[in-house]
């Protein structure tokens, strides 16, 4: 089955923690999207990636990281520095960028306290 | 700049009516793409249409409905005698030809009650 999955569903971290969490696709899509979404709002574009080895801050990058070392994995870290990082993180991939939609894996509900 | 606007936060209709999601946008390209996109209660986004700004028709797909209008900058969508698994978030996008990210609208939550 072709698809993106995210690893784990939920997870849980004491503040000052940084943390990993995990995407992987097999659709052989050569772009990738980290969101950030909040209850009751739409996604925010945390980082991207349209090629292997190369990735683009996206609106709310600050705190975050990210690596594209292998086409079909984008792993995103929560670091210290991101100040209020409880929310639901959602991973995308598309063909390529702009024009293609873009397919999503099934999300990690962080929380941190 | 873009933009996309989705001014109904929620709606809550009876199974079997008929329901219209609002999408406005703004885009000082000529070429762009739209999108639907639905959230169910589980979280993961799922793809429901794609438009380009050359094809203004009209398209149908089952209870599914999507009106596009070029000259209002909408593309709204139209759920048919709805059933209570149309509820969801559902999410109106937008992307610039050559442009590198997709822009958002904040979502409406779609309530059908049995």
């Known amino acids: 089955d072709g698809g993106i999955t995210q690893s784990p569903k939920y997870l849980f971290r004491k503040e000052g923690q940084n943390v990993t969490l995990s995407c992987e696709q097999n659709?052989?899509?050569?772009?990738m999207y980290w969101y950030r979404q909040d209850p009751g709002q739409g996604l925010r574009l945390i980082y991207y990636?349209?090629?292997?080895?190369?990735?683009q801050k996206g609106d709310i990058a600050e705190g975050y990281s990210v690596s594209r070392e292998k086409k079909e994995s984008f792993p995103l870290t929560v670091t210290s520095a991101q100040k209020n990082p409880t929310a639901f993180y959602l991973c995308?991939?598309?063909?390529?960028?702009?024009?293609?939609?873009?397919?999503f894996g099934p999300g990690t509900r962080l929380t941190v306290t | 700049a873009q933009k996309v606007t989705q001014a109904q936060t929620e709606i809550s209709v009876v199974e079997k009516e008929d329901v219209t999601l609002d999408c406005v946008y703004e885009?000082?390209?000529?070429?762009?793409?739209l999108f639907w996109y639905k959230q169910p209660p589980s979280g993961e986004l799922v793809f429901l249409i794609r438009?380009?700004?050359?094809?203004?028709q009209n398209e149908i797909s089952g209870r599914y409905s999507w009106n596009f209008q070029k000259s209002t900058s909408s593309f709204n969508f139209t759920i048919t005698a709805s059933q209570v698994v149309d509820s969801a978030v559902y999410f109106c996008?937008?992307?610039?030809?050559?442009?590198?990210?997709?822009?958002f609208g904040a979502g409406t939550r779609l309530f059908v009650k049995a």
């Open positions: 995308a991939s598309s063909k390529k960028v702009d024009s293609y939609e873009q397919y």
């Open positions: 659709l052989n899509h050569d772009a």
């Open positions: 990636s349209h090629i292997v080895n190369d990735f």
């Open positions: 885009t000082r390209d000529t070429t762009y793409y």
């Open positions: 438009r380009n700004s050359f094809d203004e």
């Open positions: 996008a937008l992307s610039e030809a050559g442009g590198f990210k997709t822009i």
